[in-house]
């Protein structure tokens, strides 16, 4: 039996912490929490976060704090995540870290690991502009290195449409990597302070690194 866990996967932009978030999901019964599909959701939905969210996601820029941790907190309400959450793209400043910590010591819970996915900066930037997903389900595919085994036709659910984001574009992305570096990358020592960051090299194939994560993965929910 899986222990209720809550696991971080930190990283750039194109690291594969969606990837890889969506195969845990499968392999050990936890739910991804995406704040980026959140805040997508939002923008969509067309709410006050939403609108207030859009323009600051189209510049590459990082969304407030209270923003974000409002929306994390109605998605850590939802009684789903008693199954244990992948946070994905969640805490990205040192803000939304020490809150996360509030609101998990609240509910009697700690992070179990904090998984920084190490990636090089050129590597990042043709996995974002190569990026694509099923419109229908969300899988992510890549135009050289995940295409679907039929050409067209998504492997998991069999929709033909398939869309890009707008922020995956040279500009935003450069931005985004500039965020990251100045805003998140400090987590990474925040969490090995804590004594839970583990480092996997996020540059081998994307069954090498889910390997080395399902080991990690596995200790901490057994
Ligand atoms: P993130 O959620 O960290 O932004 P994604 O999981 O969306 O990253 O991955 C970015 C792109 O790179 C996607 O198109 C995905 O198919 C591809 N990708 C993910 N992991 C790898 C990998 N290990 N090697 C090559 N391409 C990858
Ligand atoms: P990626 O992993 O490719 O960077 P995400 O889907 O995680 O993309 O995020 C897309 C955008 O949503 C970010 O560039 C940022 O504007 C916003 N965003 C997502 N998560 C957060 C967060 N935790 N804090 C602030 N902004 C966020
Ligand atoms: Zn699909």
Do not use: W
């Not at 804590?194 to 994560?213: C, H, N, P, T, Y």
């Amino acid at each position: 039996m899986t222990k209720s866990a809550v696991l971080i996967l930190l990283g750039p932009p194109g690291a594969g912490k969606g990837t890889q978030a969506r195969m845990l999901e499968e392999k050990f019964g936890l739910v991804q929490l995406s704040t980026g599909d959140l805040l997508r959701a939002a923008v969509a939905a067309g709410t006050e976060a939403g609108k207030a969210a859009q323009e600051v996601m189209s510049a590459g820029g990082l969304v407030s704090d209270e923003i974000v941790l409002a929306i994390l907190k109605d998605r850590m309400a939802e009684p789903d995540t008693a199954k244990g959450v992948i946070l994905d793209g969640f805490p990205r400043t040192e803000g939304q870290a020490a809150a996360l910590d509030d609101l998990l010591a609240a509910q009697g819970q700690s992070i179990g690991a904090a998984i920084s996915l190490d990636v090089d900066d050129a590597a990042m930037i043709e996995r974002v502009s190569g990026r694509y997903t099923c419109a229908n389900c969300g899988e992510g595919y890549h135009d050289s290195f995940k295409q679907p085994a039929v050409a067209g036709v998504c492997d998991k659910c069999g929709s033909t449409e398939f869309k890009r984001r707008a922020d995956d574009n040279a500009e935003t992305v450069s931005a985004r990597l500039e965020a990251y570096h100045a805003q998140t990358a400090p987590l990474i020592s925040y969490y090995e302070g804590k004594g839970v960051l583990s480092r996997v090299d996020a540059m081998g194939q994307i069954d090498r690194v889910a390997a080395d994560l399902a080991q990690i993965v596995t200790q901490v929910t057994n």
